[in-house]
Structures are given as C-alpha cells and as structure tokens.
C-alpha cells in the first residue's frame, strides 16, 4: 500500500459480477471478492456472491435503479475513495460490466483524480448474456454483422435524430435499461423508416425475479411483451428471430430451484441441477463455523467413530493433520457413517465404513449400533453441535460409553430480503428448516418442497402445509430425484 497526502492508500477493484448466478463471475473477480476488506455493491447482483466476501469486511448497499431513488454517483465515487484511504481493499461489485451503462467510467475517474490505485475487472455483459440465455446471438453469420448497444434514455429523450441513425443500421439493437421505454423505441423505429417485419424480442433473465421472454417484430412485440418485467434487454434485428437453444428440453429448464444447505450441499446440488436445466437460488447460505475441540485420547483403542455429515468427515481428517495424528494409528477404531453420503466421503479417503444404516436417520443409525457393537464400547460422536440428541441417548440406553464431540456449528447467512419467486424448494437438514422459517416465516403452501431425510422432513411438516417429498437416500442425487417427482407430482407427498 502506498501513501497519498500523508494517508495510506488502499486499492480499489471495479468489478463486473456478470449477469446471472454466481458462477459467471469471473475467476478475478471472485478472488477479490475473497480477499477484500470492503464491498461496494449494486443491484441485481446474484446474493450469493455476497457469501464470498470474508466475515469482517464492510459492506455498503449502494445500488441506482431505474424509478427508484439511489446513491448519488458522487456519493457512490467519495464511498470508494474514503475506504480506499483508509488502506482497505475494496471491491465496487457492479452488475454486468463495470463499464457498460455502469458508470464505471465515471468512478474509475474520481478514482484517479484522488490518486488512489485501481483496477478494472470485467464482466459479462446483460446486453450478451441475457440474449445468449435465450438462444438469441448477436452475431451470426450472415444475418447480423454487427451489434450496436443503446441505453434506452435515448427513446426518453425524444432523441430522433438517434433514432433515426439507429433504424439505419443493418446490425442487431440492443436497448438496456428501458422496458417501459419500449413503446417509444418501437414508435420511433418504425417512423425512421425500419420495417414492421423486423424481428423483435424482449428477454427477462439474468437476476430478474422472474425471467421471461416475448418474442415477435416490431409490429407486434409490445403487445406480446405487456407480461414481461423489468430488468429487461429489448433486441431488435434479423438475429432476434433465432433460437439456438438445444432442440432437446432438459428435464428441469427454466425451473427455479431453491436450496438451502451448506456450501458443500449446494454446491453438489448446483452441478445436478444445472446440468438438468434448472436455475438455482439460495435464498439462506448455511455457513459452518469450526468449534475448537482437540480430539480425545483413546482412539488407538477398540471402539466406533460416528460420522454424520460429510462436513464432518472433511472436519474430522483435517482435525487429524493439524494435530500431527495417523489414521494407521486408530486401526482397531471402526467407522459408522449415517447414509452414502457421508459414507462417500469417508471412502475418498481410503476407509471402507464399517456400518451404514438402512434408514438413514439419527435413530437409524442409533438403533443398528446397537445392534452391531458390543455394550460397554467406547462411541466417539463426531457431529454438529448442534444436532439432535436423539443419537447420544440411544446409545447411552444401550450401556455404550458415548462421547459427543459437537464440532462445528451452522450460522446463517440470509443472501435474498424477501423470498423470490421459486417453483421448488429443497432442504437438506432440519437446522436448515429452522433457519428457514426464521428468516422467512411460513413456506408458502403452493411450493413444494424436498428434504434429505425423515427427520427434516418431519421438521419441515411442523412448519408448512406445503407438499413435502422427501428423497430416498441421503444424497445430492437422491435429492434431484425427489426435486422432479415433487415437480410433476408423482408419487405424491411423503416419499
């Protein structure tokens, strides 16, 4: 860090977060965003990406959106240059690209007339990204040479000159930032003279709260897109007509799925349900926070290991490398897992697990310990602390010596201030239930939902009267199963 007038000087990112979910940020982008000490953020900016930004960072909501009163540009630009003297890392976290109607130039200026060091890190575009997610291209060979974006002020200032220009062009249009602007658009492109059969679409995506589509000519289109709301990229051109999505549907396109989990969860459940289709939203972000426990002493003697999650497992190994501890060493130990999830992640580890339940529930578990060991061996729980103390009393009752680590704890994270718009939603523990409702309050009845087990699904029918599935075995795929029954209403509530 250098210094500025006698003040230490931070650094600043102007950071494009892309248009849509998390992941199309860039690799860039993400990495200042983990390592940042204050983030500067917009609106339509997927929430997650906020779950990336460290515990202790500041935070500053300053978005500017259309009908809505915001941060003045001015004071947006002093927010960044006071943080930056104060010798944090800043992250402006601006929706699409920082530089395409995003005032990042504007910024970047104030930045470099305060003297303090920045960069640009771009993104994706909505004027190609929300086109693109509906198989419209704005290129193609032979039908659109070139494409022209227009920020739809221009309708609104009765620029005709502009447009006039604009109907000239043989490229495709693209208007930003103007739905309600589209009648005035339509109007003056047809009076510069372009043809009422030229293709039109209006296209809702990205991180609207609920994407959709019109398609037509310029005839026609504002009729058709009376249904579609605002953010919304209007196209205009031969390229406008085209739809290069796959031939094919995937089971769960356009679907919005939400998941509430730890990162872990969600995240195997993002690659299942994108790869079928679905747009995923985590309306709560389940955080695990480490408890400091040292593992007890004994292990090397007979006796079970009991693992629950595979938050657990990856805890527990990582707990044995920093203690200095050999597995080799817990040899005569046998290892109990709750259900092939958690058997999964003990296996990636080199160890078969000795026991894995039939039903996949703490009293499960529970009960074919009993059944499995010998009364009087030692039990080490290694589990949330947070968990049910169905499991330890069980095994007490059984005369077993139970010891319950509790080592980690989930702390949430609400990503969305009012629930958007889903069509189904999923929990893969019952803590994540409780959080759920405390955040938000009751499910609505008409979302049906999806639980990993008996016991969140019993937690979840205390709190809804939603239709609840529940997924057959306690895993991520098991889960995406149970999300398309719950979506076509097969098998009916309860399995």
């Not at 860039?28 to 990406?49: K, N, S």
């Not at 060979?141 to 447009?163: I, P, W, Y």
């Not at 057959?472 to 999300?483: G, L, P, R």
Request: aromatic letters at 4%; proline letters at 5%.
């Amino acid at each position: 860090m250098g210094e500025v007038d006698g003040m230490k000087s931070g650094f600043v990112s102007l950071v494009g977060a892309g248009c849509g979910s998390a992941d199309l940020i860039t690799v860039r982008g993400r990495e200042r965003l983990q390592t940042c000490g204050a983030v500067v953020y917009d609106d339509l900016i997927d929430p997650e990406l906020l779950g990336l930004i460290p515990a202790g960072a500041e935070r500053y909501y300053m978005g500017k959106r259309g009908g809505r009163r915001g941060a003045e540009q001015a004071e947006i630009s002093e927010r960044l240059i006071c943080l930056a003297r104060r010798g944090l890392r800043v992250v402006r976290l601006k929706g699409g690209d920082p530089l395409v109607f995003g005032r990042g130039g504007e910024e970047a200026q104030a930045l470099a007339a305060a003297g303090v060091l920045y960069e640009i890190v771009p993104g994706v575009s909505s004027a190609i990204a929300i086109p693109a997610a509906a198989g419209v291209p704005v290129t193609h060979r032979g039908v659109g040479r070139s494409f022209h974006v227009v920020t739809a002020r221009t309708a609104e200032k009765a620029n005709l000159e502009e447009l006039e220009r604009l109907a000239g062009l043989e490229g495709t249009l693209i208007f930003l930032m103007g739905l309600e602007q589209l009648p005035k658009i339509v109007q003056g492109l047809l009076r510069a003279g372009k043809s009422p059969d030229t293709p039109a679409a209006v296209l809702s995506g990205g991180n609207s709260p609920y994407r959709a589509e019109a398609r037509g000519t310029l005839a026609d289109i504002v009729e058709k897109a009376v249904t579609v709301l605002s953010p919304a990229v209007i196209v205009i051109g031969p390229t406008a007509a085209m739809d290069l999505r796959a031939p094919l549907s995937r089971p769960l396109e356009g679907k919005r799925i939400g998941v509430v989990g730890t990162d872990v969860m969600a995240g195997k459940l993002r690659r299942e349900l994108e790869e079928l289709g679905a747009y995923v939203i985590r309306p709560i972000r389940l955080v695990l926070e480490e408890v400091s426990v040292e593992l007890p002493a004994g292990l090397e003697s007979p006796g079970w290991i009991v693992l629950t999650s595979a938050n657990g497992v990856e805890l527990f190994f990582r707990q044995l490398e920093r203690e200095g501890r050999d597995i080799r060493s817990m040899a005569r130990r046998r290892f109990a897992v709750i259900g092939p999830g958690t058997g999964a992640a003990v296996a990636a580890r080199g160890i078969r697990p000795d026991l894995c339940p039939e039903e996949h529930t703490s009293r499960g578990l529970g009960l074919a310990l009993c059944a499995a060991a010998e009364p009087g061996e030692d039990v080490l729980l290694y589990r949330s602390a947070q968990g049910s103390r169905e499991l330890p009393r069980l095994l007490e009752s059984g005369g077993f010596k139970v010891r319950d680590l509790g080592v980690y704890r989930l702390r949430t994270d609400p990503l969305w201030k009012e629930l958007p718009a889903l069509d189904c939603l999923s929990f893969a523990s019952a803590g994540g239930v409780e959080r759920f409702w405390e955040q938000y309050g009751e499910i609505p009845s008409w979302i049906p939902c999806v639980c990993i087990g008996a016991v969140t699904a019993q937690k979840l029918r205390s709190r809804t009267d939603a239709p609840v599935w529940t997924a057959q075995e306690t895993s991520a795929k098991s889960m995406v199963q149970a999300i398309q029954a719950a979506l076509s209403g097969i098998g009916g509530t309860g399995r």
